[in-house]
T-cell receptor, first 113, second 110 residues
Framework: KAGVTQTPRYLIKTRGQQVTLSCSPISGHRSVSWYQQTPGQGLQFLFEYFSETQRNKGNFPGRFSGRQFSNSRSEMNVSTLELGDSALYLC????????????FGQGTRLTVV | EDKVVQSPLSLVVHEGDTVTLNCSYEVTNFRSLLWYKQEKKAPTFLFMLTSSGIEKKSGRLSSILDKKELFSILNITATQTGDSAVYLCAPQGGSEKLVFGKGTKLTVNP
């Protein structure tokens, strides 16, 4: 059974640009959550999608957005990149939003220069 | 506001030692608590706990939850160098999101 797949694995962008990251969940999983991980802040929740609906959003500015498609694949977009957006972006998939195990992808390492 | 505190923040032991990692939490409408091991990139799922007092076990790792005192512990017996990692706990409340602690960095020396 394939795990959670995130693409791309690495990305270098310039300040002011925008970026789109992709996450394909485990087959049969309909819930996808996104997290930002930085050395100082640890894992911070960005948003959660279930059945194409955003059910939850963390405390991030509106430059961070996401969506989920009918096949449960999800994308997140960051516009007007800032240096502070450099981080490891992780997505996790689970069958349901609650009370089910969540599995992480390998992450996308974003560097903003 | 949901809160998770893991202790110790870091721990250095020798192979063969037993370690206990702690996680205390405050989340609204608690549903479950998950433990993860993170070595390089992706946190690897270890356990999901929902009921107090029921130990979950996987090889040398075990974990238990106390919903009355709002904490969980993760035990690792006969540690090996391959256990070196950051261990993360993440309670999940009614908001559905996993709230992660800062983690405990475990180093196992040969």
């Amino acid at each position: 059974k394939a795990g959670v797949t995130q693409t791309p694995r690495y990305l270098i962008k310039t300040r002011g640009q925008q970026v789109t990251l992709s996450c394909s969940p485990i087959s049969g999983h309909r819930s996808v959550s996104w997290y930002q991980q930085t050395p100082g802040q640890g894992l911070q929740f960005l948003f959660e999608y279930f059945s194409e609906t955003q059910r939850n959003k963390g405390n991030f500015p509106g430059r961070f957005s996401g969506r989920q498609f009918s096949n449960s694949r999800s994308e997140m977009n960051v516009s007007t990149l800032e240096l502070g957006d450099s981080a490891l972006y992780l997505c996790a998939s689970s069958r349901l939003p609650l009370l089910t195990e969540a599995f992480f992808g390998q992450g996308t390492r974003l560097t903003v220069v | 506001e949901d809160k998770v505190v893991q202790s110790p923040l870091s721990l250095v032991v020798h192979e063969g030692d037993t370690v206990t990692l702690n996680c205390s939490y405050e989340v609204t409408n608690f549903r479950s608590l998950l433990w993860y091991k993170q070595e390089k990139k992706a946190p690897t799922f270890l356990f999901m706990l929902t009921s107090s007092g029921i130990e979950k076990k996987s090889g040398r790792l075990s974990s238990i939850l106390d919903k009355k005192e709002l904490f969980s512990i993760l035990n690792i017996t006969a540690t090996q160098t391959g256990d070196s990692a950051v261990y993360l706990c993440a309670p999940q409340g009614g908001s559905e999101k996993l709230v992660f602690g800062k983690g405990t960095k475990l180093t196992v020396n040969p």
